[in-house]
């Protein structure tokens, strides 16, 4: 058994449950009420939190902004959905600039990772009707605004397929972009698909939100050189 062969079995064992509260959390915030305290609970990656989308809900103008200072409209966005907030805020962001800002409706497109794609969608669905409703778009988000799509994810969340890798090695081909096998590579595998297959058509202006993660390729490094 190689060393990649071995670390992906154990990030197969040690895959978290990223959606939802794992009862540790209720129980820390019950203990440190128990104690007289006030908790300020966060969950991971602020995504579930009443405030959680706000930020990404801001980086849809931040981007608008700056696609018209170089005279570029995007017409299609394409994230990785994780734990929501990222994907979640800009669906509500987006919706903001379409009702209350004259701007035209674009197609917020989240790829799965956690390989649990209708929890994904329920968590996405939840965090941007909450953040909607925060900054005040005025209406109630459609449900064909929440767009998640599976197939790119493989088994677990946190072990790359063939797809991650293939996603990796052509982007840092062609591109000189650094992707990484947990997030990143699963998002663009389905972009470089929805591309070719022609589900994203030809001519559009597409966004790939790159979000980071490269030190995550440390963990990985018996499978990647």
């Not at 908790?39 to 103008?61: E, M, R, T």
């Not at 600039?97 to 939840?126: H, S, Y």
């Not at 663009?188 to 994203?200: H, K, N, P, T």
Request: aromatic share 4%.
């Amino acid at each position: 058994m190689d060393d990649r062969t071995r670390g992906r079995e154990r990030l197969d064992e040690l895959a978290p449950d990223l959606l939802g509260f794992k009862e540790s959390w209720r129980q820390a915030i019950a203990d440190v009420e128990e104690a007289g305290g006030t908790p300020c609970p966060i969950p991971a990656g602020a995504s579930d939190h009443p405030l959680g989308g706000l930020g990404f809900a801001n980086c849809a103008h931040g981007v608008t902004a700056q696609g018209a200072e170089l005279g570029v409209s995007f017409d299609t966005i394409v994230v990785c959905s994780v734990i929501g907030s990222t994907h979640a805020g800009m669906i509500a962001g987006f919706a903001d600039l379409e009702q209350n800002f004259g701007g035209r409706q674009r197609r917020v497109i989240g790829i799965d990772a956690p390989a649990k794609v209708d929890e994904t969608r329920d968590q996405v669905a939840r965090i941007a009707r909450r953040t909607a409703s925060l900054i005040g778009v005025g209406r109630e988000l459609r449900d064909d605004e929440i767009t998640v799509l599976e197939g790119w994810a493989g088994d677990r969340y946190g072990v790359p397929v063939e797809s991650t890798d293939e996603a990796m090695r052509l982007t840092g081909r062609l591109e000189g972009v650094i992707l990484d096998p947990v997030h990143e590579a699963k998002s663009m595998a389905g972009l470089i698909d929805l591309v070719s297959s022609g589900e994203i058509p030809t001519g559009l202006n597409v966004l790939y939100a790159h979000l980071g993660g490269q030190p995550a390729i440390n963990a990985y490094s018996g499978g990647y050189h």
